[in-house]
């Protein structure tokens, strides 16, 4: 199936689910102490990764979990792969078949829009030791309505510029003391390629497909796809020209960026540079030399973009008050601690360098700090909006005419927005 019948059908299913579960919605309450019999729940909660580690530490916890809680029966991860994601959970949600609890991204607006989610803030405030006070405004808000949380922001990921240092002394080249921009990395990124064959610098999972993860170079120019309340598109304003007239150059005029077809993972050695979320830093395998920094400066300066992930309840759980119970264990302070060598916090607390380092072998101290702790508070997360898939298809079928050598910039951002707006007008 290609990647267009794949979102529609996504989206088919979302819109289908969302109007089951309103259907049935009723406003919940705190989750109650349960009163289930011994060894009679069985919880499940989808997760995409499928990471030997993170999936051991998952099983771990729910294993203490359930040796004080003599009604858990079992706890299963069910690792679903990352691309088809969005269009597993809701066929199961739309099938009746869905899970207790739930790892979530750009989805997150349509459920929590539906009430497909179950609201947390009572349960995680009433937790002993749970410490809501704790959390950063600026990651609760993206899974937030009306003063409830509906997802616990467990990664909150900054993207960071990973750097082959092996690549650029090869190609005679250097990062700045400080001040790096995006135009210095290009011209570093067509120097190595001229030098050595390899790729000047890669957006890791764009792949000329995944629009939405140009946002970390965008957000340089001042651009966003749409205003604040996403009733209107602004890939046609001249900011966002600005920067895919940056990324077009780069492709086709200084050869700083590979172009479509050619594939380059920095992490087996192949780029320079690539763009990726700090939690990718387990993929480092020592065999170069690297290093970690912010983002490049745009034109419109300094700036920092998270990726997020939340795990929420499902409404239609056969056990609420158990699953909310269990993401509050999952989620409190000792558990998010150790999640953090995965996954950084949205806890305060535990958002220093040396904490973070304390479970991270790949990145020091003063490389957390600096890509991490220092970014998150001020950071925007990628474009989110309810039905996500259609709007990702439409896009992504429009920006297709941008990468050819003779594109006409603003012409295809305007054909965008064409696309685009009748969903964001919704």
């Known amino acids: 199936m290609n990647t267009a019948k794949k979102l529609a059908g996504a989206a088919a299913l979302a ?40 999936l051991a530490l998952f099983a771990s916890i729910a294993d203490s979990y359930k040796a004080t809680h003599p009604e ?28 207790d609890l739930a790892w979530m991204g750009d989805l997150s607006k349509d459920l929590i829009a539906s009430d497909a989610l179950l609201p947390l803030t009572p349960v995680l405030k009433d937790t002993k030791g749970w410490r809501y006070d704790d959390l950063l405004p600026s990651a609760t808000a993206e899974f937030s309505r009306d003063g409830q949380l509906y997802a616990y922001p467990f990664s909150n990921s900054p993207y ?11 190609a005679g080249q250097s990062l700045p003391a400080e001040g790096l921009t995006w135009d210095q990395v290009s011209t570093i990124g067509a120097a190595v390629n001229a ?3 390899k790729a000047g610098f890669v957006i890791r999972d764009f792949d000329f497909s995944a629009w939405n993860t140009l946002a970390t170079v ?20 001249d900011k966002m020209v600005g920067a895919f007239t940056f990324l077009h150059d780069a492709v086709y005029k200084h050869s700083a960026m590979p172009g479509p077809g050619t594939k380059a993972d920095f992490f087996a050695g192949d780029s320079a540079f690539t763009v990726a979320q700090v939690s990718r830093a387990s993929l480092l395998t020592g065999s170069f030399g690297y290093d970690v920094v912010p983002l490049p400066a745009g034109p419109a300066g300094t700036y920092s973009v998270i990726g997020q992930a939340g795990m929420g309840v499902l409404r239609t759980s056969a056990h609420p008050q158990e699953a909310s119970s269990f993401l509050a264990y999952l989620t409190g302070p000792e558990n998010s601690a150790k999640l953090s060598q995965f996954f950084p916090s949205a806890r ?36 989110n909006h309810t039905s996500p898939a259609e709007i990702a298809q439409k896009g992504k079928t429009a920006l297709d005419a941008m990468w050819k050598p003779d594109a006409d910039v603003e012409k295809v951002l305007g054909s965008v927005c064409s696309a685009i707006s009748p969903l964001l007008a919704k």
């Open 72 to 99: 858990i029966k079992s706890i299963t991860f069910e690792s679903l792969p990352f691309a088809d994601y969005n269009t597993t959970l809701t066929t199961q949600i739309a099938g009746g078949n869905a899970p």
């Open 348 to 383: 305060k607390s535990l958002l220093t360098g040396e904490k973070l380092a304390a479970n991270n072998t790949k990145l020091t101290a003063e490389q957390l700090q600096s890509v991490v702790v220092d970014q998150i508070p001020g950071a925007v997360t990628l474009p």
């Open 160 to 170: 960071a510029l990973y750097v082959n240092k092996d690549l650029l002394a090869a």
């Open 195 to 197: 030098a050595t064959g």
């Open 15 to 54: 819109t289908a689910a969302i109007v089951a579960l309103a259907g049935c919605s009723a406003t919940p309450g705190t989750a109650a102490p349960t009163t289930a019999a011994p060894n009679s729940v069985a919880l499940r909660m989808t997760v995409w990764t499928s990471n030997e580690a993170q």
């Open 218 to 237: 965008w957000t340089g120019w001042g651009a966003s796809a749409w205003n604040a309340d996403g009733t209107k598109c602004t890939f046609d304003d």
